[in-house]
């Protein structure tokens, strides 16, 4: 049997949501993030389709080779750096931007003495992860200096943008905005969610990340409020129609039970495709159209549906689960996830279809 359980991946709308960035930060250049392979989608096809953004960013050597090979010679910063002298030939070998964010990788840059390159120096404000010390700035900066680089960029990371309300953002754009006031170098601070909500982070570079896919980077609300669109639909289908008395129990522990005699939809999709098994109840399906409740648990290859709102369903119809026209904010919610996940976990065996 083949599988119809299919990540439409829709590039125009990958491309909207880049003008989207562009009308919030007009004046800044855009990193494009598409590390973990563009966040699910795909990394070559995601990268090919972004010509517009200005640079791309990504976490691992092997993501930034795999856009060099196919034929992308933008700017490419590898945001965690490296950490030894074979990851430092292949950086210059395929000009890479690097983010340096430890007195260790300096030193081995030290040791190294790498050809013209661009450093990303990563301050810490508050979010306790990587980052320098605000007070080794000044030493950090003038270290790089003496390795006579293309450029040096300082930048930060946001803590807690993804609430709107929470004070600790601003705390850190005063705490960066004052190291800055006495550096002649670019910057880099907004995430997606300080894109959208604290243009004064904008500065010269923005980091578009999950904005970029068609999902909201904030706690609350959706994609579609900020005027995203979702790039990937995931779609599956019927393969079978099954009538089930009163009383019956659906899937492994029959722990969901027909509350009368009704219509039970079998889809040929589960937690081996990506599909969260811990899905809370009445997680809602797309038939025809119509919303219908996940009813069950989720199994490795399949889950099972209520069709009380469809009766007129058929195998081989048509199961959205997530994308245009069903939120995927709305589905991380049921599964007490983040949409990030969502997208990052859809497995190898799902077919990816590209539009444009």
């Known amino acids: 049997m083949t599988r119809k359980t299919t990540a439409i991946i829709d590039l125009s709308a990958l491309r909207h949501n880049l ?51 196919a034929g992308i010679n933008k700017p490419v910063v590898l945001l965690q750096g490296v950490n030894n002298e074979s990851d430092l030939a292949q950086v210059e070998k395929y000009h890479l931007d690097l983010v340096v964010h430890h007195q260790q990788q300096i030193d081995l ?48 990371h946001f803590a807690n943008a993804d609430n709107r309300e929470d004070s600790f953002t601003q705390k850190q754009i005063d ?18 969610a300080g894109i959208l909500h604290w243009p004064s982070a904008h500065h010269d570079w923005v980091r578009a990340g999950i904005m970029l896919y068609g999902a909201t980077p904030f706690n609350s609300g959706t994609a579609e409020e900020l005027g995203l669109r979702p790039v990937m639909t995931l779609v599956s289908e019927l393969i079978a129609v099954n009538r089930c008395e009163a009383g019956e129990p659906i899937g492994y522990g029959g722990l969901w039970r027909c509350p009368e005699t009704m ?46 709102s469809v009766p007129q369903a058929q195998i081989t119809d048509e199961v ?37």
């Open 175 to 192: 705490r960066f905005e004052k190291l800055e006031q006495t550096k002649q170098l670019e910057t880099s601070m907004a995430n997606s």
């Open 19 to 69: 003008s989207v960035v562009r009308n919030h930060a007009p004046t800044s250049r855009i990193l494009a993030v598409i590390k973990a392979n563009g966040y699910g989608h795909g990394i070559e096809p995601i990268g090919l389709a972004l010509k517009e953004a200005d640079a791309f960013a990504v976490a691992t050597m092997s993501e930034a080779l795999r856009l060099r090979e």
């Open 263 to 308: 219509l039970v939809g079998v889809v040929a999709i589960g937690y081996g495709d990506g599909y969260p098994r811990h899905i809370s109840e009445n997680t809602p399906v797309l038939i025809n159209g119509i919303r219908c409740p996940i009813i069950g648990r989720v199994s490795m290859d399949m889950l099972c549906v209520d069709l009380r």
């Open 109 to 156: 840059l030290q040791s190294y003495a790498p050809s013209k390159l661009s450093f990303w120096l990563k301050v810490n404000t508050g979010m306790n992860r990587l980052g320098i010390s605000t007070s080794m700035v000044d030493e950090s900066i003038e270290q790089l200096s003496q390795l006579n680089p293309k450029e040096i960029i300082l930048m930060t």
């Open 320 to 356: 959205l689960l997530w994308g245009k026209g069903l939120p995927i904010e709305e589905i991380a919610l049921k599964a007490a996830t983040l949409t990030y996940e969502l997208l990052c976990q859809v497995t190898g065996r799902v077919k990816f279809s590209y539009l444009d």
